[in-house]
């Protein structure tokens, strides 16, 4: 790990919220000069305590020099927010989801010229990769499907459901595993309130005869992040967001996992780190604009789906 792939760099970032303020602390870990575009109160706090050389309350007093962008800010803005920084000709880096809207989403998709990647940081979680590497190995035979669990307590983002706050991520791992993201089959749901705040969707390939379930909700207490990955010979694991190793079980040997290291370095300083890299020349980040509009595709199905099942839109 380069502790300094962003020396010389100068990154604006726009939001500096709960999750912002991370971003930041990352950037300049990594040795980027950034300057902020925070437009409450509390952004421009985080901004300071986490150590911005500039902070400004708009994105025209951002500097034209600055070499790329973060946007980080509520998901209802990001569309707005894009469309600010694209006349200025320099890549855009922005959280998930791209927009709340499909048709915005797609709209800005044929604007963007290439220059906006998203945001999808389990794509870059050691766990994921190694989950990843196993799949293409063929170690555990072939590949029969993933049993993906995301559940918490309570609604964090106001301006955005559970289908598009939650949903996203583990689109995003299945996308990653599988290469491609199977149709939807059928959506079960919430068991335990309302459809806004949780629900089962099952994916199926036919072809490969491989299905997908997640599993995720807002009405859930505790904090769950769980990932299986089903194969001929076992089941591979990685059991939460903090563990330092994914599980193997293989069939027929007993109820003790192997146990396979994976790195510590944390998913969102790894994608900052290859978007510093990129600014400099190197390879794109995961995920592009094509792969964002694949997942959102399938939430709003979800979507649809789930309130076609008694629930207002």
């Known amino acids: 790990m380069n502790s300094h792939s962003g020396s010389g760099l100068h990154v604006g970032l726009v939001g500096c919220g709960r999750w912002g303020r991370l971003v930041l602390r990352d950037l300049k870990q990594l040795g980027a000069r950034v300057s902020v575009v925070a437009r409450s109160e509390a952004s421009r706090a985080n901004a300071l305590t986490y150590g911005a050389d500039r902070i400004v309350g708009s994105i025209d007093e951002l500097e034209e020099s600055i070499d790329g962008y973060v946007v980080a800010s509520i998901a209802s803005a990001h569309v707005g927010n894009i469309r600010a920084l694209l006349p200025r000709g320099r890549p855009i880096y922005v959280e998930k989801p791209l927009a709340i809207d499909l048709k915005e989403a797609e709209a800005l998709a044929a604007e963007a010229r290439e220059l906006v990647r998203v945001m999808h940081k389990w794509r870059y979680h050691p766990g994921i990769e190694a989950l990843s590497d196993l799949i293409r190995s063929g170690e555990l035979g072939a590949l029969r499907g993933l049993r993906l669990q995301r559940t918490n307590w309570g609604r964090q983002h106001p301006d955005v459901d559970c289908a598009l706050h939650l949903l996203p991520h583990d689109l995003s791992i299945a996308l990653h595993l599988l290469g491609d993201l199977p149709p939807i089959d059928t959506v079960i749901p919430n068991p335990v309130g309302s459809n806004r705040f949780g629900f089962v969707a099952n994916l199926f390939d036919p072809k490969r005869d491989l299905r997908v379930a997640l599993d995720v909700n807002n009405l859930v207490p505790g904090n769950v992040r769980s990932f299986s990955t089903g194969f001929e010979k076992g ?20 109820e003790s996992p192997e146990i396979r290291p994976i790195s510590k370095e944390w998913p969102l300083h790894r994608q900052l780190r290859v978007f510093l890299d990129y600014l400099r020349g190197g390879p794109p980040p995961l995920s592009s604009i094509e792969d964002e509009l694949r997942i959102l595709r399938r939430v709003f199905e979800v979507r649809e789906k789930l309130y076609d099942c008694g629930e207002d839109a």
Do not use: C, F, N, P
Not at 235 to 254: E, F, K, M, N
């Open 235 to 254: 089941v591979a694991s990685l059991t939460d967001s903090y563990s330092d190793a994914i599980r193997l079980y293989r069939y027929g040997q007993g």
